[in-house]
C-alpha cells in the first residue's frame, strides 16, 4: 500500500478540518476538568463517583487511541472518522441531555468511544494522503493540540460559569457537522487484507485498563491483573498468526527509541500542566480562571510558532527538532524550579519557555515514526505511540500526585530556588528537568547508533 498523495487545494482543507474537530476533541478533556465541582454538587456525589466522570472517560479514550490505529491498517479512513465522530456526538448529545449520574457515564463513555478516532486518525491522515508536507501538517495538528489544552479551562470556566456545565457538551456536538466534509475530501480507499485479532485486541485493552486503573487508584489487584494480561498478550503476540500489534515493529529500533523518547517528553509535559495549577492555587491563591491566563499566552505563542516547526520538519527532518524540543522543555522546567513561589507573571513567562516545546515535540516524533514504519504497520505503530503518550501523562500525574502529599520537605535540589513553602514544587520541577535532560540524551546517542545499523544493513 503505497501513500495516496491529494491535491494541494485539498491538503488545505482537510489540515483545517482535522485542526477544528482535533481541537474540539482536546477541549473536551479539558473543560470538563474545571466542571467537576458543579458536577458533583448538581448530583450531590463524593468525590470518587464524580471522578469517574473523568476516569472513565480516559480508560476508553487510552485504549480506543490505539484500536482505531489498527483498525485504520484495514478500513478506509472516511469510514473510521465517520464512525467515531458520530459516536462522539451522539455521546455529548446525551451529556447534555443527562438528567442523572448514570446517564452522563455512559455519555462520557460514548464520547470516549468516538473521540478516541480523532487524534488518533489525525496523525496518521498526513503520511498517509499528505507524504510530501507531512511534517508541516504534524506541525499544525500538534500547535492545535496545544492550544486547544490552553484554552479549554478557560472557556470550561467561562461557559460553566455563565451557563451550566451541560452546555459545555455543545461545543462538541457540534463535531457532527464535520462528517459530510470528511467523506468529501478524504480519499476513497478500498478494504485492505487482514483481520483483526480479537483475543490480542481484548488482552491489550484488559493490560492498559487495568494500568491505568492501578496508576490512578494504586490498588495492587489491578496491577496484579495488569501483569497477567501483559503476560497473555506476550504469549499471543508470539504465537499468534497475525498478532494485534506485530513483533517486527517493536524489533525496529528507531521506532522504539523514538517512542520512548516521546513517553518520557509527554511524561513531562503532562507533568508539567498537572502541577502547574496547583502550584498556583497553593502558593499564588489564584482561581480558576487565573490559572488559564497564566497558562494561555504559552499556548497561544506555542500554537503559533509551533507550525513553523513542522516547516523545519520537512526541511531538516524530526530528529533536531525532537532535541530541540526536549531542550525547551528542560529549560522551561528549570526555569519554573528557580522561581516556583514567584508572581504568576515569571511563572507565566517560564511556562512559554517549556510549553513550546509541547507541539515540536508531537510534530517532530510523529514524523520520524512515519518515516521509519512502512505504511502497512503506520496505522498500529501510530496508535501504539498515541497511546504510550497518554500513558505517560497518566504516569507522571499520578507519581507527582502522590509526592505533592509530602509534608515538611526540606531538601533543596535546586540551589537557586528560595526556601519554605514552595520547596516541593521546585524540587518536583528540576525533577521534571533531568528527565527531560535525560530523554534528549538518550535520543540524541542511541537513534543516531540505531539509524547507523539500519544504513549498514540496507
Not at 456526538?89 to 480523532?118: E, V
Not at 486503573?213 to 494480561?229: E, H
Request: glycine share 10%.
Amino acid at each position: 500500500m503505497t501513500p495516496v498523495e491529494v491535491p494541494d487545494s485539498q491538503k488545505k482543507k482537510l489540515t483545517f478540518l482535522i485542526c477544528l474537530i482535533l481541537s474540539f476533541t482536546v477541549m473536551n478533556g479539558t473543560m470538563f476538568n474545571v466542571a467537576v465541582p458543579d458536577i458533583s454538587a448538581d448530583f450531590n456525589l463524593s468525590p470518587s463517583q464524580v471522578s469517574w466522570v473523568l476516569t472513565g472517560y480516559i480508560l476508553v479514550f487510552a485504549i480506543g487511541s490505539l484500536m482505531y490505529g489498527k483498525l485504520a491498517d484495514l478500513f478506509a479512513i472516511r469510514t473510521l472518522f465517520t464512525v467515531g465522530i458520530a459516536l462522539f456526538a451522539f455521546g455529548s448529545l446525551l451529556g447534555f441531555l443527562s438528567p442523572n449520574y448514570t446517564t452522563l457515564i455512559i455519555a462520557r463513555i460514548f464520547q470516549a468511544m468516538g473521540g478516541a478516532s480523532i487524534p488518533a486518525l489525525s496523525f496518521i491522515i498526513p503520511a498517509r494522503f499528505m507524504p510530501s508536507n507531512r511534517g508541516k501538517v504534524f506541525g499544525y495538528v500538534a500547535s492545535t493540540v496545544a492550544f486547544a489544552s490552553g484554552i479549554g479551562p478557560i472557556l470550561g470556566g467561562f461557559i460553566g460559569g455563565v451557563l451550566d456545565w451541560r452546555f459545555l457538551f455543545i461545543l462538541s456536538m457540534m463535531s457532527a457537522l464535520s462528517i459530510p466534509l470528511f467523506r468529501r475530501w478524504l480519499p476513497e480507499e478500498e478494504r485492505r487484507p487482514g483481520s483483526v485479532d480479537i483475543p490480542g485486541a481484548f488482552l491489550i485493552a484488559v493490560t492498559v485498563a487495568s494500568l491505568l486503573m492501578f496508576i490512578t487508584s494504586l490498588t495492587t489487584w489491578m496491577l496484579a491483573i495488569t501483569v497477567v494480561a501483559g503476560g497473555l498478550f506476550i504469549w499471543w503476540t508470539m504465537k499468534a498468526k497475525n498478532p494485534f500489534i506485530q513483533p517486527s515493529i517493536l524489533k525496529n529500533k528507531r521506532y522504539t527509541i523514538t517512542v520512548f523518547t516521546s513517553f518520557f517528553g509527554t511524561s513531562c509535559l503532562f507533568g508539567l500542566i498537572f502541577i502547574i495549577p496547583i502550584m498556583l492555587r497553593d502558593l499564588n491563591a489564584i482561581s480558576t480562571i487565573g490559572i488559564g491566563l497564566v497558562l494561555f499566552p504559552g499556548a497561544i505563542i506555542s500554537g503559533i510558532l509551533g507550525q513553523y516547526g513542522g516547516r523545519v520538519i520537512d526541511q531538516r527532518g524530526g530528529v533536531p527538532v525532537v532535541i530541540t524540543a526536549l531542550l525547551l522543555i528542560a529549560s522551561g522546567c528549570f526555569l519554573i524550579s528557580t522561581f516556583a513561589g514567584n508572581e504568576a507573571w515569571i511563572i507565566s513567562i517560564c511556562m512559554l519557555v517549556a510549553y513550546l516545546g509541547f507541539p515540536l515535540v508531537q510534530s517532530s516524533t510523529a514524523d520520524i515514526l512515519s518515516s521509519v514504519l512502512t505504511p502497512e504497520q503506520n496505522g498500529v505503530g501510530i496508535g501504539l505511540f498515541n497511546l504510550l503518550n497518554f500513558m505517560g501523562g497518566a504516569f507522571s500525574s499520578a507519581i507527582f500526585g502522590a509526592v505533592l502529599e509530602i509534608q515538611g520537605v526540606r531538601l533543596q535540589l535546586n540551589p537557586l530556588s528560595g526556601e519554605g513553602t514552595n520547596l516541593i514544587y521546585s524540587n518536583v520541577f528540576i525533577t521534571l528537568t533531568v528527565l527531560a535532560a535525560g530523554a534528549v540524551t538518550f535520543f540524541a546517542i542511541y537513534y543516531k547508533r540505531a539509524s547507523a545499523e539500519f544504513d549498514a544493513a540496507n
